[in-house]
């Protein structure tokens, strides 16, 4: 089982940043995959970014490669999603979440704990 907790979230001007984290319980955390997914009001959740367990392998959505960049911290039991050049178009509820199967899938069925989401959002 695995417990996470997202935080970082808030209110933003585009162009600003700003810096999710997420934290998790359980020993298993570090070999597991993680995501970032987001969720806008009356829209599909929709995959973010994921992390291989060892960090080395990373992979972005389109939509926000280059402008943003995660990180974990195996030791601390947390990844980080660190958000530059901010879009109105990035308002959403963010969570993370870990695919304990090693998919590296996109979508949110590939995996399997979910924390409570955290909220961003950004003006123009």
């Known amino acids: 089982q695995v417990q996470l907790v997202e935080s970082g979230g808030g209110l933003v001007q585009a162009g600003g940043s700003l810096r999710l984290s997420c934290a998790a319980s359980?020993?298993?955390?570090?070999?597991?995959?993680v995501g970032w997914f987001r969720q806008a009001p009356g829209k599909e959740r929709e995959f973010v970014v994921a992390?291989?367990?060892?960090?080395?392998?990373?992979s972005y959505a389109d939509s926000v490669k280059g402008r943003f960049t995660i990180s974990r911290d195996n030791a601390k039991n947390t990844v980080a999603l660190q958000m530059n050049s901010l879009k109105p178009e990035d308002t959403a509820v963010y969570y993370c979440?870990?695919?304990?199967?090693?998919?590296?899938?996109?979508?949110?069925?590939?995996?399997?704990?979910w924390g409570q989401g955290t909220q961003v959002t950004v003006s123009s």
């Open positions: 979440a870990v695919d304990q199967h090693g998919t590296f899938g996109r979508t949110p069925s590939a995996y399997d704990y």
């Open positions: 992390i291989s367990w060892s960090g080395r392998i990373r």
């Open positions: 359980g020993r298993t955390f570090s070999t597991h995959v």
